[in-house]
């Protein structure tokens, strides 16, 4: 199958500069690698300059295309036409040598399948116990593998606000566990959401769906958007033995504040993209884990050496909840 990679990057010339490297050392090549660059300067062109790396093609977009989900589209818009799959990585991320061996391989196991998702193997220490495991409270539990929860969960548990769904679903009042909660089994699990730095889709899928221009810059949660749509029209899966390493690198991110207001409006209108009509229960919950969430980042003002970081994300996540009563975000369809 020939498939296209493409990269969008913002500022971040060394992480690309790293994951070529580790493209280079794929057991499969792709056919077609597109750089979509949004950097305000020229330091990722000239480092690429310097390079030969194979079948890759530089693009660099000014303002009117500058942004995550524009830049994707537009990297979309230059696919060859021979191209079977597209796939994304974010641009600091490193594979291991057998990740588009494995994503392709998905699709051939899979014919139903519209997308496939890679797996970051670096974040979580996890256990494996056997199904007959009965964790305590601090501790996630999923298909025979444990880990410590985070903090954030332990505390929903004990109010009764935990997710109700398999990782990778979202609830009638979102707040759902990510693919991150899905173990490092080797295994190949059904997932209606994926995350759009380690994902990839069938070229076909771009005839009818693209990445929303409501999400603007930093784009948190575009990919949540995507997939939710997509998967109303198919099949997804996460492939856990496409494994990668995710460094996310600080530079090119938007200021805490208005990081935290992106959580929050953009999480809503995720939310309303699946559930459009949740009931009174479920506009309860949702509410109630935002607030929740965010006095938990406020904590972190106390708790850790960042303590302005904490305290302007949580400011960034109270007015984008109050903003919700007066300004709701209008879902594009």
Request: charged share 20%.
């Amino acid at each position: 199958m020939q498939f296209t990679l493409i990269i969008c990057t913002y500022m971040r010339p060394q992480p690309v500069d790293d994951l070529l490297v580790s493209v280079q050392k794929q057991t499969v090549y792709p056919d077609q690698i597109l750089i979509v660059d949004g950097s305000r300067n020229t330091l990722t062109r000239d480092l690429l300059q310097e390079r030969s790396y194979k079948n890759l093609e530089y693009f660099r977009v000014d303002d009117d295309q500058r942004g995550l989900t524009k830049q994707r589209n537009y990297g979309i818009s230059r696919v060859a036409q021979s191209s079977e799959i597209v796939c994304f990585l974010d641009d600091d991320t490193i594979l291991e040598p057998n990740y588009f061996e494995e994503i392709l391989k998905t699709y051939q196991l899979f014919p139903d399948a519209l997308g496939v998702g890679g797996y970051i193997h670096n974040e979580d220490n996890w256990v494996f116990v056997g199904n007959d495991y009965q964790p305590n409270l601090k501790e996630y539990f999923y298909d025979g593998w444990k880990k410590l929860d985070g903090s954030r969960f332990v505390m929903r548990k004990r109010l009764g606000l935990d997710s109700n769904t398999k990782p990778g679903f979202l609830p009638e009042f979102s707040h759902g566990r990510s693919i991150g909660f899905l173990p490092p089994s080797g295994k190949i699990y059904p997932v209606e959401q994926l995350m759009g730095g380690v994902s990839s889709f069938r070229k076909s899928v771009f005839e009818r769906f693209q990445f929303s221009t409501y999400f603007e810059g930093y784009g948190l949660y575009e990919d949540a958007d995507f997939t939710l749509r997509l998967s109303k029209t198919g099949k997804l899966y996460l492939n856990t033995a496409a494994q990668l390493a995710h460094y996310h690198d600080s530079s090119g991110r938007p200021n805490q504040y208005y990081y935290g207001q992106m959580v929050v409006r953009n999480g809503w209108y995720v939310w309303r993209v699946k559930h459009p009509k949740p009931s009174i229960n479920a506009q309860f919950k949702w509410h109630a884990i935002t607030l929740l969430l965010a006095f938990i980042r406020f904590s972190n003002t106390f708790t850790t050496t960042k303590r302005q970081a904490a305290f302007t994300e949580f400011l960034g996540r109270m007015s984008g909840w109050l903003f919700l009563f007066f300004s709701k975000p209008k879902i594009q369809s």
